[in-house]
């Protein structure tokens, strides 16, 4: 239950064309307007959005309830498409759709202490490890992971050394990295060598080296250095040096071939603005929110290709979460080139996510869909019209 109390807040309604109640649905983020305001006009509690919106405009003069400033602003970042009707959706996945598994990741997601006593360990289950490695981690980090040490301070043992070599007290670090043969293990993988390795508090030791450029191979071999612990003290066997190696190597290459190599040192990579091909111009556009949600602006600026500005605007408007202020954006902006008569136009954005969403198949039940669909019919207007990426660096001038 406490779960569905949580995830219950990212269902909202998709406005659409606006069938939908203006007061007693959530189609803001930030809830229904009935529940953030003082009182509903009696006069105007059977309005519906599409009532207060006329020809793209919001009407607020029609309304006889006292709406504040900031609550307007983000009503403006809507804009209604009569193709689509309001529908319930899961703003999570990208589909809009429900699915245990977005639910999931969904909670794992998000910072709030009403998951976790310490936020600060929610990045254990975003490390780039199997699942099984991931709780060994969080394991370790609550101080829960099995040894003597801990049985000790728990009064179930009265020794709190290790069984395998008669140190005096088996915490998780000598178990870990202190221990011969794991010394052994780490000094085969060269990690000796590398700075902190040596530190002495084990937490801070796990969370450095996790995010190191071999994080994934320092977590697998903190791994199977356990449960090669765990072989000698209750099977009586001794796993040979190289056969845990093997172990090691042979989970290494496949959580490189599921993850990819994480690495965290990237070369340097110039980065400039590139002129339109032939007769086109480029249109540069930003938009973003302050915050998610925000206020929101979009800018834009066209030019030719001999890189001369022929046209620039900045409009700041409404208040909205930071992937509708993209889209929106990439709308305002189409929709300024053609008034100003721009035929042939080259449209570059730094942000991928909502040049995928234009460029291909998008379900109907996305979060944004209606501004996706408007955005979309630029694309059968009688003009040559192109979508590009670009990375910040190159976009710059509209940034």
């Known amino acids: 239950m406490k779960a569905a109390t949580i995830l219950n807040d990212n269902f909202i309604n998709r406005v659409g064309c606006g069938s939908i109640s203006l007061w007693y649905e959530r189609w803001l983020h930030k809830g229904r307007l009935c529940d953030r305001l003082p009182f509903v006009h009696i006069s105007n509690t059977n309005l519906q959005i599409c009532d207060v919106v006329q020809s793209g405009i919001w009407n607020f003069n029609i309304l006889a309830t006292q709406i504040p400033v900031d609550i307007k602003l983000e009503m403006q970042s809507i804009i209604l498409n009569n193709t689509y009707v309001g529908l319930l959706i899961w703003e999570v996945d990208i589909r809009g759709t429900y699915s245990t598994k977005s639910a999931y990741m969904r909670l794992l997601d998000m910072d709030d202490n009403r998951l976790s006593h310490d936020t600060n360990l929610l990045w254990i289950w975003k490390l780039q490890v199997v699942e099984s490695i991931r709780f060994f981690v969080w394991l370790i980090m609550h101080g829960r992971l099995p040894n003597n040490s801990i049985r000790f301070n728990i009064h179930i043992t009265n020794d709190a050394s290790c069984p395998r070599c008669g140190a005096v007290e088996e915490t998780i670090m000598h178990t870990l990295r202190d221990y011969p043969k794991a010394s052994r293990i780490w000094y085969l993988l060269h990690f000796p060598s590398k700075y902190n390795f040596h530190m002495s ?18 977590l697998i071999s903190c791994w199977f250095i356990w449960r090669t612990c765990n072989e000698e003290l209750f099977s009586d066997t001794s796993w040979a040096n190289w056969k845990v190696l093997n172990l090691i190597n042979m989970q290494h290459e496949a959580t490189i071939r599921y993850f990819g190599y994480v690495n965290t040192h990237k070369e340097p990579h110039l980065v400039a603005w590139k002129p339109p091909v032939g007769a086109a111009v480029k249109l540069n556009m930003d938009g973003s ?58 449209c570059e954005s730094y942000c991928q996510s909502t040049l995928t969403l234009i460029k291909e198949e998008f379900s109907t039940t ?21 979508f590009h990426h670009s990375l910040r660096e190159g976009n710059s001038c509209a940034d």
């Open 201 to 218: 508090d084990c937490y801070e030791w796990i969370k450095h080296f996790a995010y190191e450029n071999d994080g994934q191979l320092f």
């Open 289 to 346: 929110s302050l915050g998610n949600s925000g206020h929101y602006e979009f800018r834009g600026l066209i030019r030719d290709t001999n890189g001369n500005w022929l046209f620039d605007f900045f409009v700041s408007c409404g208040i909205t979460t930071n992937m509708n202020a993209e889209l929106q954006t990439i709308f305002h902006d189409l929709q300024m080139a053609w008034n100003n008569g721009f035929r042939h136009v080259e």
């Open 366 to 386: 996305h979060p944004h869909a209606p501004v996706i669909d408007l955005i979309k019919r630029f694309i059968d207007y009688p003009w040559p019209l192109t």
